[in-house]
Each structure stands twice: as C-alpha cells, then as structure tokens.
C-alpha cells in the first residue's frame, strides 16, 4: 500500500465496510508496536522487557509510522515498508471481522425461524450444516434421535440461538426443539402464517410423537382441519419432514378439564379431577 494512497485507502475501507476510521488506526498503532518488538528481536536477538514503555504514531493523513521507546524516536530505517505491511493487515482484519459482525446479526434476526443446510462435516456428534452464509452448529441435544444424517444432505433445521462456543461465536441450529414444529406447521398452514389459527402448545419426544395444541381466533375456522389441511396435506407435509413423527393435534380450550381430556386423544377419559393447580397435577379416570 502506497503511503500517498493511505488516506483514501483507509477513507475507502472504513465507509464501504461500516468501519470507523478511528478504530482502524487504533488497531494499527497497537499492531505497529508488535511489528516492532518482533522486529527488533530479529534484528539484536534480544526481547525487550515488558516494563519498557513502546508507543507508535501514525499519520492519517500520509500513513507515516514512527515508534518511540521511552518517549524517544526509535523508528528503525525501513520501517515504513513494514508500518504498510502491518496496516494492510490490519484493515484486511478488520474487514472480515465486521462481515463476520454483519452476517451474525443477519443471523440474530433470524433465531426462531427455519431455514435449509447442508450437512457438510461432522465434528464427532456434532453436525456442521452449511447455511449459505454461515454455518450452523447442531449439538447431540438437538439432533433427533434416529434420524440418518448423511454428508452432503439438505434439510431444514432451526436457528435456534447465537451463543459463544469452544471456537467462537457459533449459530446454534436444531430439529428436536417443538419450535421447529411450529414453524414447519407455519409455513404449511396459511391461517397459522396469518396469525387466524394459533398453536397454543406443543409438547414433543423429538422422532417419536408430538402433541399441538390449536385455536382459532375465527369461530367460521376449524383450528384442527385448518392444520390437517384437504385430505390430510398439510399435516402429512410436515410429518414428511419429520421422517414420519406421529403427531396429534387436539384443541385448546381454556376449560382445564376438557383441555387435559383433549391432550389425551385418543385415549377415552372419563373424568379428570384437577389435584393442583399450583403444581399443574391432575388425577385422570379411563375405561
């Protein structure tokens, strides 16, 4: 990078990027001193002490480098070649951490919906999926118990959350939360998208059977045929996806009783006796 060229350089990089000027040169006055030290090591052998106080100066206007040591000039012939080698670094750096900044909150917006990877590695029980722009992690807990994952195939998973792991931020991807269910259930069920049906629960053994409970906002629209769709589409749709997990769906009713009775289909219940509310415990009589 030619020193005449700095400014617009840096002017360029930092209003393109969403960079702040004053972070760029901050980040190269710091990487300076590091040059400096390494430099000097190689130069005398010797490492300087850690009490040693070593500043940089940085022109922003010509990119001009200078280091002190103890307060006095100290910058060694030919510096300059490596202050532009350092500087480039820097903003090569600071790019890719703030694309990286740029595509995690892409990905933040996204927690809660469902999108399509590609399994591409396997790193022992945890799966790496390709999501396009990043990847996303899947851990044991979230996999389905069951299910064949297999290289280079495509499903939908759900972006569950963004949090600090062994190897930095990661995007944390799943099929077991009952979320995904959900949102596999809104995607195939306009009255759900609309907000008209509402799912008011679900309660899941990931690869085994689920439970989801709906209401209708609409008395003209039946919550339950509205999700089971003409002749049983949309629900044989998402149980597709599913690898052919049972699922029930049943009615919500704010009536306890009758609730707890629906969410046992198809079990005939008899009578239920609500023990504690509290505790959410119930005694329940079948034939």
Do not use: W
């Not at 590609?118 to 945890?126: A, D, H």
């Not at 939360?177 to 306009?190: Q, R, T, W």
């Not at 689920?210 to 919550?223: E, F, G, L, M, N």
């Amino acid at each position: 990078m030619a020193i005449t060229e700095f400014k617009s350089a840096l002017n360029q990089v930092a209003t393109e990027r969403g960079i702040s000027v004053e972070s760029v040169l901050e980040s190269i006055q710091t990487a300076l001193v590091s040059a400096y030290k390494k430099d000097y090591q190689e130069q005398t052998g010797e490492i300087l002490a850690e009490d040693v106080v070593i500043t940089s100066q940085l022109n922003p206007d010509t990119g001009e480098a200078k280091i002190f040591r103890e307060g006095k000039d100290v910058t060694p012939a030919g510096f300059g070649r490596i202050a532009a080698q350092t500087a480039k670094q820097v903003i090569l750096q600071k790019i890719r951490e703030t694309e990286k900044d740029v595509i995690l909150k892409e990905y933040r917006e996204k927690i809660g919906s469902v999108v399509t990877g590609l399994i591409f590695r396997s790193e022992g029980s945890v799966l790496v999926f390709d999501l396009g722009k990043a990847h996303g992690v899947m851990p044991p807990a979230e996999a389905v118990s069951g299910e064949d994952y297999k290289m280079n195939q495509r499903m939908k998973v759900l972006i569950k959350d963004i949090r600090e792991g062994p190897k930095g931020t990661e995007i944390i991807v799943s099929r077991a939360d009952p979320k995904f269910i959900a949102k596999l259930f809104e995607s195939e069920v306009p009255e759900i998208a609309s907000g008209t049906v509402i799912v008011e629960s679900i309660a899941r053994e990931a690869g085994s059977r689920t439970k989801i409970a709906v209401s209708s906002k609409d008395d003209r629209i039946d919550p339950i045929g509205s999700c089971v769709g003409q002749k049983g589409v949309r629900v044989q749709a998402v149980i597709a996806e599913l690898n052919g997990e049972k699922i029930d769906i049943v009615p919500f009713s704010s009536n306890i009783e009758k609730y707890i009775a629906s969410a046992l289909s198809p079990a005939r219940v008899t009578e239920v006796q609500i023990s504690s509310e509290e505790n959410k415990e119930a005694t329940v009589s079948v034939p």
